[in-house]
């Protein structure tokens, strides 16, 4: 009964809510509504004339405003190319035809990857990879497990700076160019 009683009053109220809400603000229009559009459009293409957006004019000059922390790592990096970071040592051995084995091997398994083979008396060291954190590191590691079982990582150390590969740029065909669908002499002829 009670229940009954209250839905009753939750009706009734949200009744007189949706009447007071359809009343109009104190302008007469509602305010649910979304506003009318303007009556007038405004072309903004006459606005701008088109030797206001000419950029290609000589006169321009450029100015750049940058953090000078920028500058400061620019050069730091030209003068000091190495960063200290971790790496893999793959193999250590006194017979150098060890280390081109194992160089073979991995290069077979990740050609992209950098490879180090100092000769520090009596042996020569096989490092694979230069990476800047320890996890990533670890992440290569699991990764050639199963290949170099009694691979470690090491560092941090001194070492460059990785290479960064420069962009494959596509040749172009000027045959093709020419002769788009191989036509002779040009539209069909």
Avoid: C
């Avoid at 004339?49 to 000589?58: G, T, V």
């Amino acid at each position: 009964m009670k229940s009954i009683a209250i839905l009753g009053v939750l009706f009734l109220s949200g009744l007189f809510f949706q009447v007071v809400a359809q009343d109009t603000t104190s302008t007469g229009k509602n305010w649910r509504l979304f506003p009318a559009k303007q009556e007038h459009k405004m072309d903004t293409s006459k606005l701008m004339k088109p030797q206001q957006l000419d950029f290609s004019r000589p006169d321009g000059a450029v100015t750049v405003h940058q953090d000078t922390r920028i500058d400061a790592i620019g050069s730091q990096l030209k003068s000091e190319p190495y960063f200290y970071g971790y790496t893999l040592q793959l193999e250590v051995s006194q017979q150098k035809s060890n280390i081109k084995e194992a160089r073979y091997k991995i290069l077979k398994i990740k050609p992209d990857i950098e490879l180090d083979d100092p000769y520090e008396a009596p042996n020569i060291y096989l490092y694979a990879g230069r990476f800047y954190d320890r996890v990533s590191a670890y992440q290569f590691k699991n990764e050639i497990a199963k290949y170099f079982p009694n691979a470690i990582v090491v560092g941090p150390k001194k070492m460059d700076l990785p290479r960064i590969p420069e962009p494959e740029i596509p040749e172009i065909d000027t045959d093709t160019l020419a002769n788009p669908n191989g036509l002779e002499g040009g539209m069909g002829q």
